[in-house]
């Protein structure tokens, strides 16, 4: 089975602070990891991915992530936040499965 | 660019009464999901297609009827609405490998009353 907790439904950050989402895995198998975003009112959209290789992956919009197998994590985090950022962010696995199982979501509040 | 889309984005059902959502994908994926969206659920499984002519249940598929049309459309029937399927829809695509990402359409929000 595969399954994901996402730690922390709502986050809040001031406006310049970092960011840091959490994200936990379960899988007997190497996961393939991703990171999506929903502003409100819309569909979800691909912010990155970890497949293989670098465990370091770079995504969209200055947000990055690291897949730890050690801890079986795989958080989403940005140097800087912006306004803009304010969203609800959701973290899914495939691990040997034909569908994405996602976690809960997160939505992360930015204050000015 | 079309990518994913749904048609209708809003619909209000009486109890009882069914309805048809539509999902077309313009990307030649092979694969074709229906998830519902509920507030602190998450994104949960209805039924997913791998290839036209298979369908397979998701994680909460009671209520429902998919049907694969051709390799472009996937729709979602609900044959007797239930207030309990009243929910933020999505339909999402993706390729045939586990490593590439599902693409979403912006979603359907039903109202059952």
């Known amino acids: 089975a595969q399954s994901v907790t996402q730690l922390g439904s709502h986050v809040s950050v001031s406006e310049g602070a970092l960011v840091l989402l959490r994200c936990n895995y379960s899988?007997?198998?190497?996961?393939?990891l991703f990171w999506y975003v929903q502003y409100p009112n819309q569909g979800l959209q691909l912010l990155l991915k970890?497949?293989?290789?670098?465990?370091l992956v770079k995504g969209i919009n200055g947000f990055e992530a690291e897949f730890k197998k050690s801890e079986t994590s795989f958080h989403l985090t940005k140097p800087s936040a912006h306004m803009s950022d304010a969203a609800e962010y959701f973290c899914?696995?495939?691990?040997?499965?034909?569908?994405?199982?996602f976690g809960k979501g997160t939505m992360l509040l930015v204050s000015p | 660019n079309a990518g994913v889309t749904q048609t209708p984005k809003f619909q209000v059902l009486k109890t009882g009464q069914s309805m048809t959502l539509q999902c077309a994908q313009d990307?030649?994926?092979?694969?074709m999901y229906w998830y519902r969206q509920d507030p602190g659920m998450g994104l949960r499984l209805i039924y997913y297609?791998?290839?036209?002519?298979?369908?397979d249940k998701g994680e909460v598929p009671n209520g429902y009827n998919v049907s694969r049309l051709n390799k472009r459309e996937f729709s979602l029937r609900l044959e007797s609405a239930a207030p309990s399927q009243t929910s933020v829809y999505f339909c999402?695509?993706?390729?045939?490998?586990?490593?590439?990402?599902?693409?979403f359409g912006q979603g359907t929000r039903l109202t059952v009353v």
């Open positions: 899914a696995v495939n691990s040997g499965y034909s569908t994405l199982t």
């Open positions: 899988s007997s198998v190497p996961p393939y």
């Open positions: 999402a695509s993706s390729g045939a490998l586990r490593n590439t990402e599902a693409f």
């Open positions: 297609s791998a290839s036209e002519g298979t369908t």
């Open positions: 970890y497949t293989t290789g670098a465990t």
């Open positions: 990307m030649n994926h092979n694969s």
